[in-house]
């Protein structure tokens, strides 16, 4: 496409680039529009933010349209008319060069060099494009409110040129929505980072800073080229030894490389730190030496990073130390933190991700969706100014659906913020599409209506509703050192949709989808249209065939959060129940005879979520116990529609495969191989997903499928059906993740499991599911008769060492001959202590697979 295959390294496609590929805009030439730019750059800002745009400029302008611009540095031409160096414009009235130019700079020093341009009224961190003519000559004019406003500009002129944007389609001026848009990391200091599929740290490695920092440089990059101005670079769960004096230096140095991107370092600190590191009898934040201590560290990591942001919070919640070992609340231990950072500017986010993961299962009444209003809502308006309350999109954690916390309009005398999660935790952990802009705008659209009046989440956490000085958005990100930064060039549209929302709330999915596919894999409408299809479907396709109505994700909540494991929501402390019975399903957390937790919410919307018949059915198993006979308002029963929505979700994860597969040749081969394979195992993953929860669910509620799917696979001849050398069964736990809940696995150097055909001769797709562990990387070969037909190896890095969910996998091969008689064998060769694992070969008649493409 366009120029890629000439090896051009700016379009070399790693993903290493991500949207900033800077690929022409056009096949041929440059767009007209730029024909006319200016040759020159001028650079009235002396910060580093301001030289970063500069050289970002150049870089672009180099990429895509084959010109490379002339900065002062470059030959010294900034010389004004009377041959007096421009320099330092901020100075005094700046002067021009005798020549059309770029001009770069804060609003301040663009309007003294050009006393006649009227400036917008611009925030923090917004800027203006503009062009004009002044002294005979043409200046397209970034001019950004401060220095990060100047790197934005750029970014937004450099996006939209890579989207053939002329100037002046660009001129005009944007603003942040709200001042916080960060990032979080979950790395740890060993290397590792909690719930990232993206590689190890760039930060860290082996308990210190890398030495190699140039990665975290370039992720700066990437932040602020979607406007993200911080980011908490450790684990919430901390490490306590990053405060030592010795981190503190080293973490200086990741803040050194983050600076010139106006990214602004944070750490996720422990609370106990006076004890676990500071050699104190106490972390009681009510005592003054533990205040103290605090105080002196603030002032010792300022001394080191003079723009340190502050610092994140996870305190009383799922093990970590919290203020209420000493009777004190979640705003004691934040105001300390605040006062010791005020002085120098800094924040406190404190997380409302606080609950007791030992529920009482037992009772009807427990309910972790209630906790954090529950521990916070008393506390509003006692945080200091400088605390912001980060809470969580839903009350639960990052499920497929939740509704939107009632914390954020219970909270109207603090500052708060919404915490999305960018790394796809409960959401396929990138090794499967879900598109996650679609979602967060259902949350920030979401209207929860406190005090009678229009209140959308977006709105509440930019500041406005309750006029608040502090607040934004926050994600988890969880990238790490893999080329293309999360494990999958798809998922690399979650980071750059969580910027643009950031940014501006209100942007389309749908605008972003189109966007960030151009930005990625050309401007080819085909393209365009395909990708941006897929993405916007794709969040619904994991609903369906994971947990629609409401009832969250159903993966193993105790294990990876991956495969598919329903029971495992149920009779444990972790409150993530769904309470189903053998008569029915859901959590019955009504005002009338549930937990209460709707009546947390505002009036109106309590009402609404109250009564079955109003609440929005995708959250119907949310809310409420209800019989598996329950029909909705379609008429189909609750339990048809759980099984329903699975086939329908399995066929559309299939469905992308297809769409995918129409861009061969439109995009570069390379990552179009990846996505494919991603995609087609992501189908048969959607397979096991549908198959084990509509199984549980028949069994759970004894009613079969009406159009009798459920438990009836007739393509399919199981391990314990076929002729086995070798392979001996094992019990699957949970059950319903295997064909009657047995994996075959090997216990010699090789095993074989045959079968003979017995139907129609044709054209046949064999598929062999099997199970793939972390480690090990078992070779499977499949004969037919004597004739080997395909080899593949287990290699895959599946979270799990056992069969189930987790693991299971499929190879696919379609076009294989078949005549009665025919024999097919699967022989599996284990490794390194994975045992060739398998459950089932399926023979399907070509045609019966789906083709079915997708709709948004
Ligand atoms: O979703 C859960 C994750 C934990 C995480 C926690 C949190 C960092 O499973 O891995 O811990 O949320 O948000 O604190």
């Known amino acids: 496409m366009v120029r890629a295959q000439q090896g051009s390294p700016a379009l070399a496609p790693d993903g290493s680039r991500a949207w900033l590929r800077y690929a022409p805009p056009l096949r041929e030439g440059i767009p007209a529009a730029y024909e006319a730019m200016p040759a020159a750059v001028v650079n009235l800002d002396g910060s580093p933010e301001a030289a970063s745009a500069q050289n970002e400029l150049v870089r672009g302008a180099r990429a895509m349209l084959d010109r490379t611009l002339r900065t002062a540095e470059g030959n010294g031409f900034l010389l004004s008319r009377n041959t007096r160096p421009l320099k330092p414009c901020r100075l005094k009235p700046c002067e021009l060069p ?388 999360m494990g999958s060039d798809l998922a690399l549209a979650n980071l750059y949709g969580f910027g643009r929302l950031a940014w501006n709330p209100n942007t389309a999915p749908e605008t972003i989808a189109a966007e960030w596919t151009r930005l990625t894999f050309g401007n080819d409408p085909t393209v365009v249209n395909t990708v941006s299809r897929m993405l916007l479907a794709s969040w619904h396709i994991y609903e369906n065939y994971t947990g ?32 189903a019975t053998h008569e029915g399903v859901g959590m019955d957390r009504t005002v009338a005879t549930g937990t209460g937790f709707i009546g947390q919410y505002p009036p109106q919307v309590a009402k609404m979520y109250e009564s079955p018949a109003s609440c929005p059915e995708n959250l119907l198993l949310f809310m409420h116990h209800v019989p598996y006979t329950y029909r909705l308002h379609n008429g189909k029963t609750v339990i048809q529609t759980i099984y329903d929505d699975h086939y329908t979700g399995a066929m559309e994860a299939a469905g992308l495969v297809e769409e995918w597969k129409t861009l061969n040749g439109l995009i570069d081969p390379e990552p179009h191989a990846a996505t494919l394979r991603m995609l087609e195992y992501q189908a048969g993953e959607a397979v096991e997903w549908r198959d084990a929860v509509t199984r549980w669910f028949a069994k759970m509620s004894g009613i079969p499928d009406a159009l009798g799917r459920v ?63 972390l480690h090990g990387a078992s070779t499977f070969r499949l004969l037919l008769n004597q004739q080997p037909i395909a080899v593949w190896t287990a290699d895959n890095t599946l979270p799990g060492e056992a069969p189930n969910g987790d693991t299971s996998s499929r190879y696919t091969l379609v076009g294989v001959p078949l005549r009665p008689g025919d024999v097919l064998t699967i022989e599996g060769h284990p490794n390194d202590g994975e045992p060739a694992p398998i459950d089932f070969m399926a023979i399907e008649p070509e045609g019966a697979t789906h083709t079915a493409t997708t709709k948004p």
């Open 98 to 485: 005798d020549e059309d130019a770029w001009v770069l700079g804060t609003t301040a020093e663009v309007r003294r060099a050009f006393p006649a341009w009227s400036a917008p009224e611009l925030q923090p961190e917004g800027f203006a494009l503009a062009a004009g003519r002044a002294h005979g000559h043409t200046y397209w004019l970034i001019a950004g409110e401060d220095a990060r406003g100047i790197l934005y500009g750029t970014f937004h002129l450099l996006e939209g040129m890579a989207q053939g944007q002329s100037f002046a389609a660009l001129e005009g001026s944007e603003s942040p929505a709200a001042p916080i848009r960060w990032v979080n990391q979950w790395d740890n200091l060993n290397g590792t980072i909690e719930r990232g599929y993206g590689g190890p740290s760039m930060f860290f490695e082996d308990g210190h800073v890398r030495s190699d920092l140039t990665r975290a440089g370039e992720y700066a990059r990437l932040l602020a080229s979607i406007g993200i101005n911080g980011c908490t670079i450790n684990n919430v769960n901390a490490n306590p030894h990053l405060l030592d004096p010795e981190m503190i230096r080293e973490a200086a140095r990741i803040a050194d490389v983050f600076r010139p991107w106006g990214v602004r370092l944070s750490l996720a600190v422990d609370i106990a730190s006076p004890q676990s590191i500071g050699g104190m009898d106490t972390y009681d934040p009510g005592d003054p030496r533990v205040a103290a201590w605090w105080r002196a560290k603030a002032d010792a990591i300022y001394a080191a990073i003079p723009d340190f942001a502050g610092f994140v919070v996870k305190a009383d919640s799922e093990g970590q130390p919290g203020p209420s070992r000493y009777g004190r609340s979640p705003a004691d231990a934040a105001n300390m933190l605040a006062a010791a950072l005020k002085p120098h500017g800094g924040i406190v986010m404190y997380r409302a991700f606080v609950y007791n993961h030992h529920l009482d299962w037992h009772d009807m009444k427990a309910d972790r969706a209630r906790a954090a209003y529950d521990i916070f809502h008393p506390l509003d308006g006692q945080f200091a100014d400088n605390v912001v309350v980060q809470i969580k999109n839903g009350p639960i954690d990052f499920q497929v659906r939740e509704p939107v916390s009632p914390l954020f309009a219970g909270l109207r005398k603090t500052n708060d913020a919404v915490e999305l999660e960018i790394t796809q935790e409960y959401l396929g952990q990138q090794r499967q599409l879900v598109y996650l802009p679609t979602q967060w705008s259902t949350y920030l659209n979401f209207d929860p209506h406190a005090e009678n009046r229009s209140t959308p989440l977006k709105e509440i956490v930019e500041g406005k509703v309750f006029h608040r000085p502090l607040g934004g958005f926050v994600a988890v990100a969880s990238a790490g050192m893999d080329t293309n930064w």
């Open 711 to 773: 438990g009836h696979y007739p393509n399919r001849i199981p391990a314990a059906a076929m002729q086995l050398d070798g392979y001996t069964p094992v019990e699957v736990t949970p059950w319903e993740t295997a064909t009657d809940g047995k994996a075959y696995v090997c216990g010699q150097t090789m095993c074989t499991a045959k079968t003979s055909f017995a139907r129609a001769a044709g054209w046949y797709t064999v598929r062999v599911r099997y199970f793939d562990y």
């Open 548 to 579: 629609p109505l409401g009832l969250q994700t159903l993966t193993n909540i105790t294990g990876p959060h991956y495969g598919p494991a329903p029971q495992s929501q149920e009779n444990n402390g972790w409150g993530q129940w769904i309470r």
